[in-house]
């Protein structure tokens, strides 16, 4: 079974400067799909990027950006520029490519501290 | 924008009783699904359906229930309810679609006394 670990449940981050949260996963599977969601007060999960593992190149999405080492199946996520509202629990996500059911398997969650 | 909808934000219930958690998506998803959260283990899959009347044990689905009678409605029902269930429900859903994310409700907090 697949398993995502998240080893850093909190970090903390001056305004302006650039934070890497960390993510490892377990699979046996080579195609598979990974993600980071945002969790801010309000609760309400919002996808902050996706990565397809077959694709090579990282992805990015304006000031996040994901180092993604499918060998050492390691999944980043990099903020740079930290804004006060980036403020909140950051969770990443594997999804098996096999089935297609869409079920995603979650880490246990960062929670980020932005400081002004 | 898609948007699921969850039918309470808090809700406080006395242990035995029969709780019913509902949540709907305006999307036309095939997929739904119900996670609960807590501190330090993340989001944990209690059950999910791919199609109406169709469901799938997540991880943890002792002492939980589902019900999908119509496709854009997916029931969590905690037939007894017990302290340990006290947590954060969040319902999600997503279409038929390789990579597609899931759309998350805002989550029900239920307190189980």
Redesign the interface.
Known sequence: AQT?T?SQ?EMSVQEAETVTLSCTYDTSESDY?L?W?KQPP????I?VI?Q?AYKQQNATENRFSVNFQKAAKSFSLKISDSQLGDAAMY?CAY?S?AG??????????TTLQVKP | DVKVTQSSRYLVKRTGEKVFLECVQDMDHE?M?W?RQDP??????IY?S?DVKMK?K?DIPEGYSVSREKKERFSLILESASTNQTS?Y?C?S?P?V?????H?G??TRLTVT
């Open positions: 995502v998240q449940p799909y993600f969601y309000s609760r309400q999960m996808l996706r397809e969770f999804r490519e297609n059911t869409g079920k995603l398997i979650f880490g246990q969650g | 997929n699904f996670y330090g283990l993340g989001l944990r899959l999910f791919y799938e997540g954060m969040l999600a997503s038929v390789r990579n597609s994310p899931l998350f805002n989550g």
